[in-house]
């Protein structure tokens, strides 16, 4: 079912439709129902969504089309408006749907905790806050009366592995300009579903993590609290394969050091593979108290508070540049919140 809402602002006319998001739409985050409970894996579902019936002015009056596309060797209505979605609108989703991802409610077919980082970071490669894409209208031979809409980008191919079905919104808001129409288009997850709090499941991870630092002295808890370091401590791996000053790369001497610390950053930030660096137990130390810190580019600042003798020791060079695993730029904004909140000048 869709519903349209029609408003003028301004000036200018505004219509929004809002169409919910059905498990026969999404591609990776299906649910195990009857039908599917004994097969390997899933339906991969329609990359069309239904808007309506072909003959409902809640769609027939919504898009234009006035162009053609050709998509899997046959030939669409295409529309030469421009789509879009908001960067910002599907990280606010994804860390919103963080608790469902993680402690799910539905009964997913799959683990879907395992590429929600995928996720994010695709997101994130985006250089643009609006990312636009165009849509067709993609009627079936068999159901010429429903109305449905695709798009062959990207980002709608992103869109579908992102969403949960029967708990989102899809919404759809058209600006008519007065040299073209545009459609944006808004991801939200119903309010039940959403916890603001930490679940459980990263409550318990971090609580591990406070018991291997007390614990770390127990050869034997250094290699079982690698489980409770858990998932933090493998996204730094898959960002970064060594302590940039000793060179040492076996996961049982490295700690997984935040840059922006777990009490102030959120769901997704907590678990980011670029929020921190893999070192040393004595180089997390100053890390982590703020008496070491980086330029984006690597560049090692010291504290004035760090004795001369332990910069002579631990051969701490100011002005070096190190090898921090930041050739993308998204250690950035925790190196940054690392300069001017926890280094200590």
Same mark, same amino acid.
């Given at each position: 079912?869709?519903?349209?809402?029609?408003?003028?602002e301004?000036?200018?006319?505004?219509s929004?439709?809002?169409?919910? $998001?059905?498990d026969?739409?999404?591609?990776r985050?299906?649910?195990?129902?009857?039908r599917?409970?004994?097969?390997?894996k899933?339906?991969?579902?329609?990359?069309?969504?239904?808007?309506?019936?072909?003959?409902?002015?809640?769609?027939?009056?919504f898009?234009?089309?006035?162009?053609?596309v050709?998509?899997?060797?046959?030939?669409?209505?295409?529309?030469?408006a421009?789509?879009?979605?908001?960067?910002?609108?599907?990280? +606010?989703?994804?860390?919103?749907?963080?608790?469902?991802?993680?402690?799910p409610?539905?009964?997913?077919?799959?683990?879907?905790s395992?590429?929600?980082?995928?996720l994010?970071?695709?997101?994130e490669?985006?250089? +643009?806050e609006?990312?636009?894409?165009?849509?067709?209208n993609?009627r079936g031979?068999k159901?010429?009366?429903?109305?449905? $809409?695709?798009?062959?980008?990207?980002?709608?191919?992103?869109?579908r592995?992102?969403?949960?079905?029967?708990?989102s919104?899809l919404?759809?808001?058209?600006?008519?300009?007065?040299?073209?129409?545009?459609?944006?288009f808004?991801?939200?997850?119903?309010?039940?579903?959403?916890?603001?709090?930490?679940?459980?499941?990263?409550?318990? $991870?971090?609580?591990?993590?406070?018991?291997?630092?007390?614990?770390?002295?127990?050869?034997?808890?250094?290699?079982?609290?690698?489980?409770?370091?858990g998932?933090f401590?493998?996204?730094?791996?898959?960002?970064?394969?060594?302590?940039?000053?000793?060179?040492?790369?076996?996961?049982?001497?490295?700690?997984?050091?935040?840059?922006?610390?777990?009490?102030?950053?959120?769901?997704?930030?907590?678990?980011?593979?670029?929020?921190?660096?893999?070192?040393?137990?004595?180089y997390d130390?100053?890390?982590?108290?703020?008496?070491?810190?980086?330029?984006?580019?690597?560049?090692?600042l $010291?504290?004035?508070?760090?004795?001369?003798?332990?910069?002579?020791?631990?051969n701490?060079?100011?002005g070096?540049?190190?090898?921090?695993?930041?050739?993308t730029?998204?250690?950035?904004?925790?190196?940054?919140?690392?300069?001017?909140?926890?280094?200590?000048?």
């Amino acid at each position: 079912m869709s519903k349209r809402i029609e408003q003028y602002e301004n000036g200018s006319y505004q219509s929004t439709l809002t169409v919910a $998001i059905s498990d026969s739409f999404v591609s990776r985050n299906k649910l195990r129902t009857e039908r599917n409970a004994s097969k390997t894996k899933p339906s991969s579902g329609e990359s069309r969504i239904y808007i309506g019936s072909q003959s409902s002015p809640v769609a027939s009056s919504f898009f234009s089309f006035t162009g053609t596309v050709k998509y899997l060797k046959n030939d669409f209505a295409a529309s030469n408006a421009n789509c879009f979605f908001l960067k910002s609108n599907l990280l +606010e989703y994804l860390e919103l749907a963080f608790k469902e991802y993680h402690e799910p409610a539905q009964n997913y077919f799959y683990d879907i905790s395992e590429y929600y980082f995928e996720l994010k970071e695709k997101l994130e490669d985006y250089s +643009e806050e609006k990312i636009y894409f165009k849509v067709f209208n993609h009627r079936g031979k068999k159901d010429t009366e429903r109305f449905y $809409i695709n798009s062959d980008s990207e980002i709608w191919s992103i869109f579908r592995k992102i969403a949960l079905p029967h708990i989102s919104t899809l919404s759809i808001t058209k600006s008519v300009g007065p040299n073209q129409d545009e459609y944006e288009f808004l991801l939200s997850i119903k309010e039940k579903f959403v916890d603001r709090e930490m679940p459980t499941v990263i409550r318990e $991870i971090y609580e591990d993590a406070e018991q291997y630092e007390e614990e770390e002295t127990d050869a034997l808890s250094l290699v079982t609290s690698r489980k409770g370091q858990g998932k933090f401590k493998n996204r730094l791996l898959e960002t970064m394969k060594n302590c940039p000053f000793t060179g040492i790369s076996d996961p049982i001497l490295l700690r997984a050091s935040h840059a922006k610390p777990w009490s102030e950053s959120n769901n997704l930030e907590r678990l980011d593979g670029y929020n921190g660096l893999l070192l040393t137990p004595t180089y997390d130390v100053l890390f982590d108290r703020g008496l070491i810190s980086f330029e984006d580019d690597g560049t090692l600042l $010291i504290s004035p508070l760090v004795s001369k003798e332990i910069i002579q020791k631990l051969n701490l060079i100011s002005g070096e540049t190190y090898g921090i695993s930041n050739g993308t730029g998204k250690r950035s904004p925790y190196l940054k919140y690392h300069r001017e909140n926890i280094f200590k000048q």
